[in-house]
């Protein structure tokens, strides 16, 4: 058996109608509260929650995002050690998928599709990545 590209589930983002009503349910039914907002210059747009062992929900308010929102998931998250060994096997199997980037959280991160068009970003946590940071951080975004 060969070594798995992926790691294991980052995270899945989720768009909320209410982000506060949305906190309330995951703080007050499994006792998650926010590790860090996401924010546009003063406006909460979103949080990130922790439930352990590098497994992460993102939500953003419905709206907010800067992707297409046709439903409530808008996408899965694989963790890898190697981004780049993972877009060089991606590429030399002929599947598309994006360059590399720095992301507002400190993660590098590439995107790509399965064949039903579900959205799956890529990512590999650096020694800055918010994720494992201070709770009640801020990250800024910009887009």
């Not at 998928?97 to 039903?116: E, I, R, Y």
């Amino acid at each position: 058996m060969t070594t798995p590209l992926v790691k294991q589930v980052a995270h899945t983002c989720i768009f909320a109608r209410d982000l506060d009503a949305v906190e309330t349910f995951y703080r007050d039914a499994m006792g998650i509260a926010p590790k860090f907002d996401f924010k546009r210059g003063e406006e909460r747009i979103g949080f990130y929650l922790d439930f352990g062992n590098r497994t992460f929900v993102e939500v953003f308010k419905k709206g907010e995002s800067r992707f297409e929102e046709s439903n409530q998931i808008n996408h899965i998250c694989f963790e890898t050690d190697d981004i780049d060994g993972f877009m060089a096997n991606a590429k030399a199997k002929g599947i598309a998928v994006t360059d590399k980037k720095l992301g507002v959280d400190h993660t590098w991160q590439c995107w790509l599709a399965d064949p039903s068009g579900v959205k799956i970003e890529i990512f590999q946590y650096t020694a800055d990545s918010m994720q494992f940071g201070s709770d009640g951080a801020v990250c800024q975004v910009d887009w």
